[in-house]
T-cell receptor
Framework: DTGVSQNPRHKITKRGQNVTFRCDPI?????LYWYRQTLGQGPEFLTY????????KSRLLSDRFSAERPKGSFSTLEIQRTEQGDSAMYLC????????????FGQGTRLTVV | DAKTTQPNSMESNEEEPVHLPCNHS???????IHWYRQLPSQGPEYVIH???SNVNNRMASLAIAEDRKSSTLILHRATLRDAAVYYC???????FGKGTRLHILP
């Protein structure tokens, strides 16, 4: 297992299109987190999962953002009707559990909306 | 969510110890205190975590106040590679604040 994997690494899309990013956590990690990071800012928490259960949705940036983790393994983050302001790095992280909270981050997906 | 307060930036000389403070006065009784750092152009990297007792690992030490309302990350001998933004996050959602940008002077 080589760590948290995110695909694609880069995505360029036209405004108004939908995009989906995938995150494969470290095997047996129960927790999975999504963040957005813009230049010069810290990672902004979006949502997280415990297995397949999404524990918080309220920080997703708008109703255009949604995330799933259908079988408690990989997760997807979808942005519908993209806007130029959605351009950012989207980071995924995973951890084993709340009692073993060390989280490992993926390399991120850089989204550019033109 | 617990709120954190960290200095915006700090500076240290190479090979000197560095103490990075964090106030988290609204922390709940059962949440771990985590520290992460982000090197330039990289994703965040776990540094250390603790609950009540002071903790040591190969990267750093974490000193936790008795009332758990503050903690200090200690880098015992800073190197140029430790220049990064350091974040403390006192909840299990791992929510990042603004962090402290640490500059290391050669």
């Amino acid at each position: 297992d080589t760590g948290v994997s995110q695909n694609p690494r880069h995505k360029i899309t036209k405004r108004g299109q939908n995009v989906t990013f995938r995150c494969d956590p470290i095997s047996e990690h129960n927790r999975l987190y999504w963040y957005r990071q813009t230049l010069g800012q810290g990672p902004e928490f979006l949502t997280y999962f415990q297995n397949e259960a999404q524990l918080e949705k309220s920080r997703l940036l708008s109703d255009r953002f949604s995330a799933e983790r259908p079988k408690g393994s990989f997760s997807t983050l979808e942005i519908q009707r993209t806007e130029q302001g959605d351009s950012a790095m989207y980071l995924c992280a995973s951890s084993f559990s709340v009692w073993s909270p060390e989280a490992f981050f993926g390399q991120g997906t850089r989204l550019t909306v033109v | 969510d617990a709120k954190t307060t960290q200095p915006n930036s700090m500076e240290s000389n190479e090979e000197e110890p560095v103490h990075l403070p964090c106030n988290h006065s609204t922390i709940s009784g059962t949440d771990y205190i985590h520290w992460y750092r982000q090197l330039p152009s990289q994703g965040p990297e776990y540094v250390i975590h603790g609950l009540t007792s002071n903790v040591n690992n190969r990267m750093a030490s974490l000193a936790i106040a008795e009332d758990r309302k503050s903690s200090t990350l200690i880098l015992h001998r800073a190197t140029l590679r430790d220049a990064a933004v350091y974040y403390c996050t006192p909840d299990d959602k791992i929510i990042f604040g603004k962090g402290t940008r640490l500059h290391i002077l050669p």
